[in-house]
């Protein structure tokens, strides 16, 4: 059901409390005097956060992570400037470039603002807190004077009483006529410029961009440094911020900062104010689309290739001519809590049909992957699979990790349980990932010739594995479970090979390389 749009009214009455939170959230010291107040402004203003932290209690609730101080140095630091943020939700884009624009324009440093979105309704929706601070912000009235500008001060355009201008700005309007006196725009804020009904149309992106480019851009000043700041998650492939933020990296004074909910470790990039808990909880209430979209932008397009996913009545693995366990362990020398995407699956085999019996596909601890392999081997033992063979991606990248981490924690767990376990490492030299999916498992999927279990349908993991087929594309980033499914799909098919061929049975007769 689409989202009821807030009537005029409703908006007038939001933004009425929020001017009235402002303004009983910044009191002020009566009793300071001016040598006093001019001190503490002045060690204030050489101070970025603890600026922010005093003028903007209602926004500094939390303190900031390393990257919000290191992209703040950055933009304060330097008045010609072309940044890209894609930080994830919950990571304050818009409200720290807020707080950095209004301390440029309270400072003196910036004069001429722009603020541009998607639409003008969206951009002045976005400017009104900047006017609200303004007009009821008791420590910067105090500190800065009253901004409000008599005869200049209207909802998306405004101009303060020390002369700074702002206005708000849609997608495809015409910038031209946006001086203030004689200086150009020197900021430029365009954020939430992306829609998901755009995305869809490269035509559309590709026009907005040129928009940007061509007619936004233009309206600077060559004498005078321009700061440009672009908010937005990568919501698609093939969106602005994926145009921007090419631009901003491969020119001097740019930088595209791509920020996740969680860092490469898989911890918390802010746990001042983002738990491992809260995340947890989040995840667990939003689909895997979502999350990967919002959170870690990974835009989960839907892909062409992988569009006929067929659940089948499971196969009995004592009667299936070949059955492996293959696992992708993810390279990662990290002990923390949450780390790398890691997978595992049974894959089953009778004459010409393939089957992914049972998946293991998430975030997890290098000792969870574990306790699954020992999970998997469990089920073929149970089900009297035999010989059962167990292949390990084990590429140069991943053998420190390989020989480091997962052996030494396999031989421990193998004392614990009295079990060998059967396992080989799949070193083998693999071309680009996305060719070898496309081109080993297109076919077997489209022909029905490669199914999934119907008993595992409502699996969280086998869930995921099949939302990576759906989505998958050359560009995608998660494509950890089909990368897993075609490691065991070829070692099926090449044992099927040098069957064919009179071969030696080698998975009969070569011992496991890592038993004890």
Not at 95 to 121: C, F, H, P, Q, W
Not at 191 to 211: G, H, R
Not at 353 to 373: E, I, P, R, S
């Amino acid at each position: 059901m689409a989202k009821r749009k807030k009537t005029d009214k409703e908006w007038l009455a939001e933004w009425k409390d929020f001017g009235e939170n402002i303004n009983q959230a910044t009191p002020i010291d009566l009793t300071e005097s001016t040598v006093d107040k001019l001190k503490r402004i002045k060690r204030l203003e050489e101070n970025d956060e603890e600026w922010f932290k005093y003028y903007f209690p209602n926004f500094y609730t939390s303190e900031p992570a390393d990257f919000h101080k290191a992209s703040t140095k950055k933009v304060m630091k330097n008045a010609e400037y072309y940044l890209v943020r894609s930080w994830a939700r919950e990571l304050s884009k818009s409200g720290r470039t807020m707080m950095e624009v209004l301390k440029l324009a309270l400072t003196g440093k910036k004069k001429n603002i722009l603020l541009v979105s998607n639409s003008y309704d969206n951009a002045n929706r976005l400017l009104m807190p900047y006017k609200a601070i303004l007009e009821r912000n008791n420590r910067i009235i105090e500190d800065y004077g009253i901004q409000k500008k008599i005869g200049s001060w209207e909802d998306g355009e405004f101009t303060t009483r020390g002369g700074v201008a702002f206005r708000a700005l849609g997608a495809g309007q015409s910038p031209r006529g946006t001086r203030n006196n004689e200086i150009r725009p020197d900021v430029i804020i365009i954020d939430d410029i992306d829609t998901d009904a755009e995305c869809l149309n490269p035509e559309l992106i590709e026009k907005k961009v040129k928009w940007i480019n061509e007619a936004l851009i233009p309206t600077r000043s060559i004498s005078r440094g321009l700061l440009l700041i672009a908010c937005g998650n990568i919501i698609a492939d093939y969106c602005c911020i994926t145009e921007l933020g090419a631009i901003a990296k491969s020119i001097k004074g740019g930088d595209w900062e791509i920020i996740n909910i969680r860092d490469e470790n898989g911890l918390s990039s802010w746990p001042q104010k983002n738990s491992e808990e809260a995340i947890d909880r989040v995840k667990e209430t939003i689909n895997y689309e979502a999350w990967e979209k919002e959170y870690n932008n990974n835009p989960m397009d839907g892909g062409k290739t992988f569009k006929n996913l067929v659940d089948t009545e499971a196969f009995r693995l004592r009667y299936c001519n070949h059955v492996v366990i293959y696992a992708d362990p993810a390279p990662s020398d990290s002990e923390s809590k949450k780390s790398s995407n890691k997978a595992i699956g049974i894959i089953a085999n009778i004459g010409l049909k393939y089957q992914v019996y049972k998946a293991w596909l998430d975030q997890m601890t290098n000792a969870k992957f574990v306790d699954y392999l020992f999970e998997a081997y469990k089920i073929c033992l149970k089900a009297g699979v035999d010989p059962i063979v167990i292949y390990v991606e084990n590429n140069t990248l991943q053998n420190p990790h390989y020989q480091g981490i997962l052996l030494p924690s396999v031989f421990k767990k193998q004392e614990d349980e009295n079990i060998n376990l059967p396992i080989t490492p799949d070193d083998r030299d693999k071309p680009h990932k996305w060719t070898r999916i496309e081109g080993n498992l297109e076919a077997l999927i489209r022909l029905e010739h490669l199914t999934f279990n119907a008993k595992e349908k409502d699996n969280p993991h086998m869930i995921r594995l099949k939302k990576q087929f759906t989505n998958a594309n050359p560009r995608s980033k998660a494509l950890d479970g089909p990368d897993m499914v075609e490691g065991g799909v070829v070692k099926i098919r090449d044992k099927k090979q040098a069957e064919e061929a009179g071969g030696i049975d080698m998975w009969a007769r070569q011992p496991s390389k890592h038993r004890l």
